[in-house]
Nanobody
Framework: QVQLVESGGGLVQAGDSLRLSCVYVTSGRTLRLYGMGWFRQAPGKERSFVAAINWNGTTTNYADSVKGRFTISRDINKNSLYLQMNSMTAAASAAYYC?????????????????WGQGTQVTVSS
């Protein structure tokens, strides 16, 4: 059994920064080899890829729209995943989901991920 719990969402103004966190817990198995990712979904839109990181944090992938502004990181010892979001715009307003993959890579497709959190809402006012 795997659980992912996001936190850190909220209401910010355009240009502000925000840091999302995700803690993943498991019973009966280790997650040390899981690739992790962040996705987002705005009302009326499909869930889309934001950023991903491989099992040991050495490889990351980003959506073009967030490159240079968002940074994904993880603390394996704390079973935690982070998303630092800087220079935010209204386009970043969405529910953000933490996801875990049974693969070790920094995958980018929703189909590659096996476990999902409940999401945390981010709203950017312009």
């Amino acid at each position: 059994q795997v659980q992912l719990v996001e936190s850190g969402g909220g209401l910010v103004q355009a240009g502000d920064s925000l840091r999302l966190s995700c803690v993943y817990v498991t019973s009966g198995r280790t997650l040390r080899l899981y690739g992790m990712g962040w996705f987002r979904q705005a009302p009326g839109k499909e869930r889309s890829f934001v950023a991903a990181i491989n099992w040991n944090g050495t490889t990351t992938n980003y959506a073009d729209s967030v490159k240079g502004r968002f940074t994904i990181s993880r603390d394996i010892n704390k079973n935690s995943l982070y998303l630092q979001m800087n220079s935010m715009t209204a386009a970043a307003s969405a529910a953000y989901y933490c996801a875990g993959s049974s693969g070790a890579s920094a995958d980018t497709r929703t189909a590659d991920f096996d476990a999902w959190g409940q999401g945390t809402q981010v709203t950017v006012s312009s």
